[in-house]
């Protein structure tokens, strides 16, 4: 008959505990010698400053003065008395739905076209990423002259075609949409996400649909689709993200297109023509820079903070919906 194992004496215990405890701390400090590159970084990059915006938000300060406080000053004056702030923030969410939404698909049907092409897919693949290497400024720059509704070689070729060109970034209604134009131009990036992506599915599941007669279609709804949602929604979220920070290519197409002369120390009005193309990072600058209104200034940064949060929170939680369905 087996004998129960003898007890652990009272003596051993306390022994091991202490032990158990100090190698539970080294796995504690050791793992926080391996994350103490990105703490660093995320405490001076990213903490710091928000909490000092959050500071600055309740303040009057001009960046010569020491500041003091005012309380909700600031948010009454975004919020109730600022009249570009409807624009600004207009005009951005516009660019973050039609932008990302044209930059996804046009990327994704790139991606599509070019792994089905034969020959020559390494031509097509170069010529379409080649635009994305372009600096925004030198690109900008390029693409308004294209687009010049007097001198540029795109309203010429649809004259001679007998079609009426528009005025693109001198008209408001086509200035938004010329800069969707400028950013499909520069699709490389997600072209070749989306090329790395397509180019995983399992051939077996191709192979599978064609056997079971499946249609284009039917293939791409229910082979490509559910492999390839989680870069989509990558694409998707990084590209709200970035749209929500658009700043250079519609403040230099804008001063361009007006016809200020550029250079040092010339002043900047952004949202050429009629501010439709006024985004709030650019009146952040306009007002933290050049009017040195930094709590106002603080405040649209919380705001822009803010709706980038909501809007990622929610495509991340619809995101996870659809592995958890799938």
């Not at 097509?124 to 390029?142: D, E, H, I, M, Q």
């Not at 002259?145 to 649809?158: D, H, K």
């Not at 002043?267 to 040195?292: C, E």
Request: aromatic share 14%; charged share 10%; with cysteine.
């Amino acid at each position: 008959m087996a004998q129960p194992a003898p007890a652990a004496s009272p003596a051993a215990t306390p022994a091991v505990a202490p032990a158990l405890r100090r190698k539970h701390l080294r796995a504690r400090l050791r793992t926080l010698g391996f994350l103490s590159p990105w703490l660093i970084g995320f405490c001076v990059f990213f903490g710091y400053p928000l909490i000092a915006t959050v500071y600055f938000s309740f303040m009057h300060y001009n960046q010569i003065q020491a500041p003091s406080f005012v309380g909700l000053r600031n948010w009454a004056y975004v919020f109730g008395r600022m009249p570009l702030f409807g624009p600004a923030l207009w005009n951005t969410l516009w660019l973050v739905v039609v932008m990302v939404a044209l930059r996804v698909v046009f990327g994704l049907g790139t991606g599509l076209l070019i792994t089905k092409i034969k020959t020559g897919a390494g031509f097509f693949r170069t010529a379409f990423y080649l635009p994305y290497l372009a600096p925004p400024v030198a690109a900008t720059v390029a693409f308004v002259f294209l687009l010049n509704p007097g001198t540029g070689p795109v309203n010429e070729a649809l004259s001679a075609l007998g079609v009426t060109a528009p005025n693109w970034f001198n008209d408001p209604d086509w200035a938004k949409p010329s800069l969707v134009l400028l950013s499909l131009w520069g699709i490389g990036d997600l072209m070749v996400i989306f090329m790395a992506a397509l180019l995983d599915v399992p051939r077996e599941q191709y192979e599978a649909a064609e056997l079971d007669g499946a249609g284009a279609f039917a293939t791409f709804r229910y082979v490509t689709w559910p492999s390839i949602t989680p870069i989509v929604m990558f694409a998707v979220v990084t590209g709200v993200v970035q749209t929500m920070q658009y700043y250079t290519q519609a403040l230099v197409a804008g001063k361009l297109a007006s016809g200020v002369s550029v250079g040092p120390g010339s002043a900047i009005q952004p949202g050429y023509p009629d501010h439709s193309t006024l985004t709030v990072p650019q009146l952040v600058y306009s007002l933290g820079f050049q009017n040195f209104n930094t709590g106002a200034a603080c405040v649209l940064s919380l705001v822009l903070f803010a709706v980038a949060m909501a809007v990622t929170s929610l495509l991340m939680r619809r995101n996870a919906g659809l592995l958890t369905e799938g």
